[in-house]
């Protein structure tokens, strides 16, 4: 029974690719670059941290070396390309998508597929594992509580032998969220360094100068605010877009799958109004990851490329899984209306 919830947590990981996000602080006015102004309420809860003060951990965090080296990487493609910053942003945020995040994503369903096939073997050794544990228990004079703590702990190391033969603990498959999720939070933190000149690079002012004026459409200024809105219900509504993907190839969810479910659809919401206080160019590089996300996770449904990718087959799998993410799609939002 562990196993089995253990498994179906597990199978929820696709869907938390984009994690939870702390927003890095929107900027503020130097160099003489005029800047849109935060609300009220940004401004309060950023004195009440101390974020921007020397020696906070917000400081620490910005001044780190894994921060300083996404500003290198950032300074490198740009500097390679000679794009302008919208469109350094994006190719970045494609390249490292596709490069670290990908495989990473091609790993977890592998490890994932297998774990979903173990599930008959187990419920095999779990209903044996029963019947030997009651004819124990009566002959024993076992109490029912001896005879469940027996069980449980036998049923533990015989599925944990199971993952051990065949190479495939869950936990492998939460090394998605260790990379994705640190590698977000310091290219934020080194856009939001840019766009506000704090970078301790000696390109940072000239890079906020350029970012003022490389932007694209209606966001020409990557170091202001999105006044239209239009960037951050984007991330919102491409994040939304990830968790019915998820949800709607999802029968019979237990009610601990439909909680998490909720939780982030609600994160997917709240993140449109923390990404309408950041910088333009921070919420454009999430638009890009989500963007990304979006993509694997459809790129991942594919047969021919979890073949490619040599993911095991499950019982679960579909041979047109596009054509019934639409017929769910269909079915759940447009044949009520």
Same mark, same amino acid.
């Given at each position: +029974?562990?196993?089995?919830?253990?498994?179906? $947590?597990?199978?929820?990981?696709?869907?938390?690719?984009?994690?939870?996000?702390?927003?890095?602080?929107?900027?503020?006015?130097?160099?003489?670059?005029?800047?849109? *102004?935060?609300?009220? $309420?940004?401004?309060?809860?950023?004195?009440?941290?101390?974020?921007?003060?020397?020696?906070? $951990?917000?400081?620490?965090?910005?001044?780190?070396?894994?921060?300083?080296?996404?500003?290198?990487?950032?300074?490198?493609?740009?500097?390679?390309?000679?794009?302008? $910053?919208?469109?350094?942003?994006?190719?970045?945020?494609?390249?490292?998508?596709?490069?670290?995040?990908?495989?990473?994503?091609?790993?977890?369903?592998?490890?994932?597929?297998?774990?979903?096939?173990?599930?008959?073997?187990?419920?095999?050794?779990?209903?044996?594992?029963?019947?030997?544990?009651?004819?124990?228990?009566?002959?024993?004079?076992?109490?029912?509580?001896?005879?469940?703590?027996?069980?449980?702990?036998?049923?533990?190391?015989l599925v944990s032998e199971l993952y051990v033969r065949d190479n495939c603990h869950p936990f492998k498959a939460t090394v998605l969220v260790w990379i994705q999720f640190p590698m977000w939070i310091f290219m934020s933190?080194?856009?939001?360094?840019?766009?506000?000149?704090?970078?301790?690079?000696?390109a940072g002012f000239s890079v906020q100068e350029q970012l003022a004026n490389d932007g694209i459409l209606w966001f020409h200024d990557l170091t202001a605010l999105d006044s239209t809105w239009i960037l951050p219900i984007s991330v919102?509504?491409?994040?939304?877009?990830?968790?019915?993907?998820? *949800?709607?190839?999802?029968?019979? +969810?237990?009610?601990?799958?439909?909680?998490?479910?909720?939780?982030?659809?609600?994160?997917?919401?709240?993140?449109?109004?923390? *990404?309408?206080?950041?910088?333009?160019?921070?919420?454009?590089?999430?638009?890009?990851?989500?963007? +990304?996300?979006?993509?694997?996770?459809?790129?991942?449904?594919?047969?021919?490329?979890?073949?490619?990718?040599?993911?095991?087959?499950?019982?679960?799998?579909?041979?047109?899984?596009?054509?019934?993410?639409?017929?769910?799609?269909? *079915?759940?939002?447009?044949?009520?209306?």
């Amino acid at each position: +029974m562990l196993c089995r919830l253990g498994g179906r $947590w597990l199978r929820l990981l696709p869907a938390l690719q984009l994690g939870v996000r702390v927003p890095p602080l929107a900027p503020t006015s130097t160099g003489g670059i005029k800047h849109s *102004a935060l609300p009220a $309420w940004a401004v309060a809860s950023v004195s009440a941290v101390g974020s921007g003060g020397p020696g906070s $951990w917000y400081e620490a965090l910005a001044t780190s070396a894994p921060v300083q080296g996404a500003e290198e990487v950032l300074l490198g493609v740009h500097t390679a390309t000679g794009l302008p $910053w919208w469109a350094c942003i994006g190719l970045t945020t494609v390249a490292l998508r596709g490069a670290v995040t990908l495989p990473l994503a091609a790993y977890q369903h592998y490890i994932l597929a297998k774990v979903e096939n173990l599930q008959p073997e187990i419920k095999n050794i779990a209903r044996h594992l029963n019947q030997e544990i009651a004819v124990r228990a009566n002959q024993l004079k076992w109490s029912k509580r001896a005879a469940r703590l027996t069980y449980l702990k036998n049923m533990r190391r015989l599925v944990s032998e199971l993952y051990v033969r065949d190479n495939c603990h869950p936990f492998k498959a939460t090394v998605l969220v260790w990379i994705q999720f640190p590698m977000w939070i310091f290219m934020s933190i080194a856009l939001r360094n840019f766009s506000t000149g704090a970078t301790h690079s000696e390109a940072g002012f000239s890079v906020q100068e350029q970012l003022a004026n490389d932007g694209i459409l209606w966001f020409h200024d990557l170091t202001a605010l999105d006044s239209t809105w239009i960037l951050p219900i984007s991330v919102g509504v491409i994040n939304l877009l990830i968790v019915e993907i998820f *949800a709607l190839q999802k029968t019979g +969810m237990s009610r601990f799958q439909t909680y998490i479910t909720y939780f982030v659809r609600a994160v997917s919401v709240l993140m449109i109004p923390v *990404a309408a206080t950041v910088p333009s160019s921070i919420v454009l590089y999430w638009l890009c990851s989500s963007f +990304m996300g979006l993509s694997q996770n459809l790129l991942l449904r594919s047969p021919r490329f979890r073949r490619l990718c040599r993911i095991p087959l499950t019982k679960s799998d579909s041979d047109t899984p596009y054509k019934d993410l639409f017929a769910a799609f269909y *079915a759940k939002f447009i044949s009520r209306t």
